[in-house]
């Protein structure tokens, strides 16, 4: 599917992010009520540990409607789904962007844009820091912490961006010089390779990270004490199967595209012109 792209940045661009970053902190944040009220563990131990701590971290303490669980639990985990969709179909390519798109692709965009807003959110959160730090003297016990989890999210959510947008390195010495069948043998076991590779990690690492790490609640052991272990390790998983998915989806994509060649040209000239004075200088 070809879009031309539009313009982009409107209200609506920045809505859907927004409004799913909030319902998916939200949601985070308040999962150990999700756990206790659906798949309650057998460790009588875990679930005192996991209610007191989901006791002293809610943010606004209302009854719960099946157990732990709140209405604003259960609405911001009922909304994520609606949202995501409805920014992934209102999504507009901008024009630096990979214009050669499919519906596919709708997916890792939208993280995409998730993703920026992460940044932002991430750096308002350190110019706060440094304010309270350098100006009141009174920094926060959460700040690093938060700044730290949000930055996980944005490495793993980048990923997948920068496959859908063919944007990570690639080294195209031999690439360029081969024809265009043996470019296809290697597009090929390029995206096998990375099936195989999300495959075993998921394999080999689907006990130790759903069970031990979600399924406990693990913490990270600070005075602020986030749950990162908990939530960013299942993440890994997901968002390798889903690099792998859209890699297998690239090379349907692009298999009829015409062969891509490479020259110094390709550079952007403000890299040309720091090489040039680079070798220069030595």
């Known amino acids: 599917m070809n879009a031309n792209p539009v313009s982009s940045g409107g209200l609506r661009e920045w809505a859907m992010p927004v409004a799913f970053a909030v319902c998916a902190g939200w949601a985070i944040?308040?999962?150990?009520?999700?756990?206790?009220?659906?798949?309650?563990?057998?460790?009588?131990?875990?679930?005192?540990?996991m209610t007191a701590n989901h006791r002293n971290t809610d943010i606004i303490a209302l009854p719960g409607l099946t157990g732990e669980a709140d209405i604003l639990d259960w609405l911001a985990l009922l909304l994520l789904p609606v949202i995501f969709i409805h920014g992934a179909r209102t999504i507009n390519i901008a024009r630096m962007e990979f214009p050669d798109w499919r519906p596919v692709d709708r997916l890792a965009l939208m993280l995409g844009r998730v993703t920026m807003i992460l940044?932002?959110?991430?750096?308002?959160?350190?110019?706060?820091?440094?304010?309270?730090?350098?100006?009141?003297?009174?920094?926060t016990l959460w700040a690093n912490e938060l700044t730290l989890w949000l930055a996980g999210y944005v490495?793993?959510?980048?990923?997948?961006?920068?496959?859908?947008?063919?944007?990570?390195?690639?080294?195209?010495?031999?690439?360029?010089?081969?024809p265009a069948?043996?470019?296809?043998?290697?597009?090929?076991?390029?995206?096998?390779?990375?099936?195989?590779?999300?495959?075993?990690?998921?394999?080999?690492?689907?006990?130790?990270?759903f069970v031990n790490k979600l399924y406990k609640w693990e913490l990270f052991g600070t005075a602020f004490d986030p749950p990162i272990p908990?939530?960013?390790?299942?993440?890994?998983?997901?968002?390798?199967?889903?690099?792998?998915?859209?890699?297998?989806?690239?090379?349907?994509?692009?298999?009829?595209?015409?062969?891509?060649?490479?020259?110094?040209?390709?550079?952007?000239?403000?890299?040309?012109?720091?090489?040039?004075?680079?070798?220069?200088q030595n």
């Open 29 to 49: 944040w308040h999962a150990p009520a999700f756990i206790l009220d659906l798949f309650p563990p057998a460790d009588t131990s875990a679930v005192d540990r």
């Open 119 to 139: 940044i932002l959110l991430a750096t308002l959160v350190m110019l706060y820091e440094v304010l309270l730090r350098y100006a009141f003297e009174s920094p």
């Open 155 to 178: 490495f793993l959510f980048s990923g997948l961006y920068a496959m859908q947008q063919r944007c990570h390195i690639r080294i195209f010495i031999l690439y360029d010089a081969c």
């Open 181 to 209: 069948w043996l470019r296809h043998a290697f597009d090929i076991i390029g995206a096998v390779l990375l099936v195989i590779y999300a495959t075993l990690l998921i394999y080999g690492s689907y006990h130790q990270v």
């Open 230 to 280: 908990a939530t960013e390790q299942p993440f890994i998983l997901v968002i390798i199967a889903l690099i792998a998915a859209q890699a297998v989806a690239n090379l349907i994509a692009d298999w009829q595209r015409a062969p891509e060649s490479h020259s110094p040209a390709d550079l952007d000239a403000d890299e040309l012109a720091a090489l040039k004075k680079s070798v220069a």
